[in-house]
């Protein structure tokens, strides 16, 4: 059994931290395993020992443009300008103008099977499919909204989500078997696709490799109670929500202290709320960091705090798991699957009261966060990623 993964992305996040994780642990199985994907990923990957097929840079607008062209020469350049709308068109596109590259690599890979994970690796693999003669199985994950279909508040047009939802019925329909890591998103597909969901779709949770976080460190921080947000700039993390619940605790915790991970802009929404709400020295922005120095981080602060408005599942809570970290979390999409309520963290609505509410009983009970800890670190081996890749395997075994 050979796998192809296929992964088209424009940077580090759940869903191709998710992939790397898989990969690693399929390859420790001995599994033969090659990849897909594009030039803006290609430094995250460099670390497996598999075959890569380079695509080029797919989110430079110009370096897409000449491989539409010209597909057998793949550009790489450091530049990421995609116009969005028009990218997506330009993108499809070149799938079809490259899907003989991608599929000449299967070839000579030998590859029985295709996995891909997230929107463009789907579309992708549905051209590839369409212009293959041999009959590969191909099994597609839904980690997320799929270009914000299943995000009820999503400002993207309904005529543009109708569009989505005949490309991904199709894709649907075309795929051996449809995973999701979560019950919330199989519900929401459910909700659209019902006939097809119900006779190919299995929901598998996402998993984490214990034996990377046995020696994760410390960093020294400041005095005070230490508050982790990992979602950056992205707002349906609801970092913006945080920081206006910190405001509100500012009267009643003196030594509140929270670290902001990922790049977020000068001028993005939450740094001009720090500025607004003199916040500055309560707030660090970090920027990204690499994997040693963000389990330091997480491994070092009292808790980790991730109000989603939208969270498909949330790979940072089994992260904050692993280190008997507790949790802050909304009571929205996946988040409940992994954390409950008083048990694991507290789940809470994604509005700034009731966050600061959350924040102030964990930093003022010791025994509760002491007692989510253990049981932290006790819930989290249910998620090991060698339990959940048996369940892939098992997948890839059974799609005939």
Known sequence: ??????????????????????????????IKVSLVLNNEMKKYFEDLDVQILNLG??????????????????????????????NMIMMYIFFYRAKNIVNKFLSDNKI?????????????????????DKNLKWVCTIHGPWFSLFYEESKISSLTNIIFGRFLK?????????????????????????????????VIHNGIDLSRFKDAGTLKLKKGFNILFPGGPKLKKGGDILIKAIKRLNSKI??????????VPEGHLTRRLVHEYDLKNKVEFLGFLKATDYKALLNSVDILAMPSRMEPFGMVYLEAMALG????ASNVGGAPEIIKNFKNGILASPKPDEVADA??????????????SENNLKDIH???????????????????
């Open 57 to 86: 840079s797919l989110y430079d607008f110009k370096s897409l443009f000449k491989m539409i062209i010209d597909p057998d020469k793949a550009i790489i350049t450091d530049e990421s300008k995609p116009f969005k709308l028009l």
């Open 1 to 30: 059994m050979k796998i192809c993964f296929v992964l088209v992305s424009n940077g580090w996040g759940g869903g191709e931290n998710v992939v790397h994780q898989i990969i690693s642990c399929m390859v420790k199985k001995n």
């Open 325 to 328: 970290i507790p949790i802050i």
């Open 112 to 132: 029985d099977i295709i996995h891909s994970h997230l929107e463009y690796s789907d579309l992708m693999s549905y051209v590839v499919q369409k212009g293959s």
């Open 170 to 202: 199709n894709i649907f329909k075309k795929a051996a078997e449809i995973t999701f890591v979560s019950k919330y998103l199989y519900d929401e597909a459910e909700k659209h696709f019902k006939n097809v969901i119900l006779k190919k779709g299995v």
């Open 254 to 263: 003196n030594d509140l202290n929270l670290y902001v991970a990922l790049d």
């Open 382 to 400: 249910k998620f090991e990623w060698d339990k959940i890749v048996d369940q892939y395997i098992e997948i890839y075994r059974s799609s005939d």
């Open 359 to 372: 924040i102030l009983k964990l930093y003022t009970d010791a025994s509760l966060r002491r007692e989510i």
